[in-house]
């Protein structure tokens, strides 16, 4: 029995006739960041929505958490699917922008049926304050925020899903280079808070090495060393 939270075998993603993922195969332990790096188009990004069951694998498995995903039907994913939150490259296209923080970092606390008007409104300050941003935050819009603000304000809505595992696909790669640091210290205080797997891609290699325990090199679909 292996104690990996995150465990990828021979996995291969398609679109129609190109491979974009080639047998790829890693594991991931709690507590553990591991990299995804390699040229653009080497099927990163591919592998993460491969790995969030966002886009099924053509074959492989997926095994999160002991169970294997791929052949799951989605009504037996779906209360898996929290457990494992994306991260993504822009910060606004992950929150709406009708909404205001408040109500984009409570709505998986309603979705998943943990929301009380009682406590529910203390948890996402708590949540918004854990990610370093005031409570009054919660008033604005996406667009009243910064880059690195917004994507502050994402990840305190994936930890309202309480996840074991976020995939971070470039987190960092549209901020400013002076607010980078300050988010990636604030994803490893986080990691070392809460024991999260961090599968992380991202393409600057001082960035991977300060940030990843492992690093995965991928080339044309597959995997080439790690
Ligand atoms: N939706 C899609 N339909 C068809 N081909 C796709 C699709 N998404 C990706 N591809 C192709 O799959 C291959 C891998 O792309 P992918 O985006 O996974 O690579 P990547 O390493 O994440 O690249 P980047 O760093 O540029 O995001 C590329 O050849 C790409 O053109």
């Not at 974009?20 to 990299?35: K, M, P």
């Not at 304000?153 to 790669?173: F, K, M, N, T, Y």
Request: glycine share 8%; charged share 25%.
């Amino acid at each position: 029995m292996s104690d990996a939270l995150l465990e990828v075998r021979d996995l291969v993603v398609r679109y129609g006739e190109v491979t974009a993922v080639d047998r790829v195969s890693f594991s991931l332990a709690a507590g553990e960041t591991l990299a995804l790096d390699g040229p653009s188009g080497c099927g990163k990004s591919s592998t993460a929505l491969a790995v969030l069951q966002l886009r099924r694998p053509s074959s492989g498995e997926v095994v999160f958490e002991g169970r294997e995903l791929t052949a799951l039907p989605e009504r037996e994913l779906r209360p898996l699917r929290p457990r494992m939150q994306p991260v993504f490259q822009d910060p606004y296209g992950s929150l709406s922008p009708r909404h205001r923080i408040r109500d984009a970092v409570a709505e998986p606390l309603k979705v998943q049926g943990r929301w009380s008007s009682t406590e529910g409104p203390a948890r996402v300050a708590e949540l918004l304050d854990r990610v370093g941003l005031d409570p009054s935050y919660g008033d604005r819009h996406p667009h009243e925020l910064s880059g690195g603000q917004c994507q502050r304000a994402g990840i305190a809505r994936a930890l309202a899903s309480e996840p074991r595992l976020l995939v971070l696909d470039e987190p960092v790669s549209s901020l400013d280079p002076s607010v980078r640091a300050g988010v990636l210290n604030l994803l490893a205080d986080l990691q070392d808070d809460l024991g999260l797997g961090y599968l992380f891609i991202c393409h600057d290699r001082a960035v991977v090495r300060h940030f990843a325990d492992r690093v995965v090199e991928m080339r044309d679909g597959r995997v080439i060393s790690g």
